[in-house]
C-alpha cells in the first residue's frame, strides 16, 4: 500500500522560511514525477513545483518561483520543499502527490495518485 505523508508545516512570519517533507512509503519517489501543491480556503489547487523522477529537473510555477526549492532525497524516500521569504498569500494546506503518468515534470499534469493528507502552512504576523 503506498502512503504519502506531508509535515513540516506551522505558523511563520512574513520573510519566514520552512522545510516541507513528503515521505513515501510503498513507492520509491524516484519512480515518478512528485509533486507539490497547495489550496488555499476558498480557492482551487494549485500546482506549485515539481521534480522529475528521469533526471530530477524541477519545474516551478511563477509564485513561487526563486523562493521555493523542490529536492529529493533517496536514501530517505523523501521530497522536501524549501520556502523562504514566505507570503501571507502563501498560506495553504500543502500536500505532495505522485504523476502517474510520467517521469519527467512537464508543463500540466497527468494523473495525480497517493495524495497525503497534507500540512498546514500560516504566514502570518
Known amino acids: 500500500q503506498v502512503q504519502f505523508v506531508e509535515s513540516g508545516g506551522g505558523l511563520v512570519q512574513p520573510g519566514g522560511s520552512l522545510r516541507l517533507s513528503c515521505a513515501a512509503s510503498g513507492l520509491f519517489l524516484d519512480y515518478y514525477a512528485i509533486g507539490w501543491f497547495r489550496q488555499a480556503p476558498g480557492k482551487e489547487r494549485e500546482g506549485v513545483s515539481c521534480?522529475?523522477?528521469?533526471?530530477?529537473?524541477?519545474l516551478y510555477a511563477d509564485s513561487v518561483k526563486g523562493r521555493f526549492t523542490i529536492s529529493r532525497d533517496n536514501a530517505k524516500n523523501t521530497v522536501y520543499l524549501q520556502m523562504s521569504s514566505l507570503q501571507p498569500e502563501d498560506t495553504a494546506i500543502y500536500y505532495c502527490?505522485?504523476?502517474?503518468?510520467?517521469?519527467?515534470?512537464?508543463?500540466?499534469?497527468?494523473?495525480?495518485?497517493?495524495w497525503g493528507a497534507g500540512t498546514q502552512v500560516t504566514v502570518s504576523s
Open positions: 502527490a505522485a504523476d502517474i503518468e510520467r517521469r519527467r515534470c512537464s508543463t500540466g499534469w497527468g494523473t495525480l495518485a497517493y
Open positions: 521534480i522529475s523522477a528521469s533526471d530530477g529537473s524541477t
